[in-house]
């Protein structure tokens, strides 16, 4: 049994895997050459994240192939139906990286209210000849304690998201298309527990009365915000993408920075990843990082162990 980690795999996966006398194989094939490489080595579980794409040619071309795995949540670039439908089973971990994105989420918005993204660009260039006129360039920052978040949806990640901000003291407020409540637990340092309920209300409510708002949905083929939708968010508010490129439009975005309607926006994921829009990424008003919200030591340790039991329950049964 052979198992290809394209976009690698975490050691406590490589090792529960090859325990069970699974071989591991790490070497990165070229997209073009995975078909090719597949069917050479009789790959039996093909293992992405988002840099590698498994589509109807690659299931077409590889019989071999018993098992796509998806490090992550996020499975729009695998062709998730039609290799269900050719006997292929296909996996993913929803779980393992909740709470890295949704502490990003809060790094984006803990950078935005205090200008860090700013001042950690000028400090170093004008830190030693302005530092008084920088210290009051940077003077007005705000508290997110007592502010309202949105989270436009409420599942697995928008609830981390929601723990965090109940943590902080803030306002709350949720909308998704497929769940109408859910009660959050908030964690304590003791072992004690808060249970908060929150109900989702319509998106256009979730714009007009937010100070924040932040992205939890999959990929979609029309944008959730758009140059309307951010017409009815408050004057200064603020916007995080940690969710997929594309459900923000990006020229409506810089032009709300522009005028002065949001304060800024915090982005993780870009439309046109792996190549984002040179105006976004020089934007004084907008934090980025480079699509890196699982990329914690702690979620891709969970990540390739609960691949590596997914896998290896397959194959028992």
Do not use: W
């Amino acid at each position: 049994m052979k198992v290809l980690a394209n976009d690698g795999i975490s050691q406590s996966g490589i090792d529960a895997l090859e325990k069970a006398g699974i071989e591991v194989i790490t070497t990165k094939v070229a997209q073009e050459q995975l078909s090719n490489y597949v069917n050479q080595h009789q790959i039996d579980v093909v293992l992405v994240r988002s840099a590698t794409t498994v589509r109807k040619e690659v299931i077409d071309a590889c019989p071999s192939i018993k098992i796509i795995g998806r490090g992550g949540v996020g499975m729009d670039n695998i062709d998730m139906n039609y290799a269900r439908e050719k006997g292929i089973k296909v996996i993913n971990t929803p779980a393992a990286s909740s709470a890295s994105v949704a502490e990003l989420v809060f790094a984006h918005l803990f950078t935005g209210v205090r200008f860090l993204h700013d001042s950690n660009r000028n400090m170093p260039l004008e830190g030693d000849s302005k530092f008084s006129e920088l210290k009051k360039s940077y003077a007005k920052g705000l508290e997110l304690r007592g502010k309202t978040i949105g989270i436009v949806g409420i599942g697995r990640i928008g609830q981390e998201v929601a723990k965090i901000a109940l943590g902080l003291g803030m306002n709350v407020i949720a909308c998704d298309k497929f769940i109408e409540s859910v009660s959050i637990d908030v964690s304590l340092y003791n072992g004690e527990s808060i249970m908060v309920k929150i109900d989702t209300i319509p998106l256009e409510e979730v714009l007009k009365n937010s100070d924040f708002i932040s992205m939890h949905v999959p990929a979609q083929k029309e944008y959730i915000i758009n140059k309307e939708a951010m017409g009815l968010m408050k004057q200064g508010a603020a916007i995080i993408n940690a969710a997929r490129g594309g459900v923000i439009d990006e020229v409506a975005l810089i032009e709300a920075l522009d005028s002065g309607k949001l304060s800024f926006a915090g982005l993780d994921t870009f439309e046109n990843e792996p190549n984002p829009a040179i105006k976004v990424l020089m934007h004084p008003k907008v934090s980025l990082t480079p699509h890196i919200g699982a990329a914690t030591l702690e979620a891709q340790d969970r990540i390739g162990t609960e691949l590596a039991i997914q896998i290896i329950n397959h194959f028992k049964s």
